[in-house]
């Protein structure tokens, strides 16, 4: 519990000083905060996938993401788990924790246009694309937020990450 809420005050605070550093350029703050996690989500998939083994398919891994990492990540699976069978999945978690806390510290309601809730979910999409990259799954990692939730859009379609 302890460090579940040190953590979400940590990503609070670097998510404030970014959106305070480069308030006339919200792109330029989500991309370090999308990278910051790309760099967290790669070494974390490293540790795990010590005591756990390789996936044999795409589909595999994103249920590993979505049942184990999660829960790990963010203290609960995934809503929902979509999937075209051409290499883009849909993931839907209706009360996204790292969203939710903002809720508790602003009185702002969620916005899809507002630019401090964007920056507090481009540090995930980056955490999604290192995890799914070290695992042998380049990909891009898009976020909206929708239904009092983030959807994540995974495309692994592309060749590099």
């Not at 005591?51 to 589909?59: H, K």
């Not at 069978?85 to 009185?107: A, K």
Request: charged share 25%; aromatic share 12%.
């Amino acid at each position: 519990m302890v460090d579940e809420t040190l953590f979400d005050y940590l990503h609070m605070s670097v998510v404030e000083y970014y959106f305070n550093e480069n308030e006339n350029d919200v792109d330029s703050s989500v991309l370090c905060l999308s990278q910051i996690g790309y760099r967290v989500g790669y070494s974390l998939s490293e540790r795990l996938s010590r005591e756990n083994p390789r996936y044999r398919d795409e589909l595999d891994t994103i249920k590993y993401l979505c049942k184990e990492l999660w829960i790990c990540l963010f203290k609960k699976q995934v809503d929902n788990l979509r999937t075209n069978h051409q290499g883009v999945y849909v993931i839907h978690d209706g009360r996204f924790r790292l969203l939710q806390q903002t809720l508790l510290t602003m009185s702002k309601p969620i916005d899809a246009t507002n630019r401090l809730h964007t920056l507090y979910i481009a540090y995930s999409t980056g955490l999604i694309r290192g995890i799914l990259t070290n695992m042998g799954y380049p990909c891009r990692v898009t976020a909206e937020i929708a239904d009092f939730g983030v959807k994540f859009q995974i495309d692994m379609t592309l060749t590099s990450g």
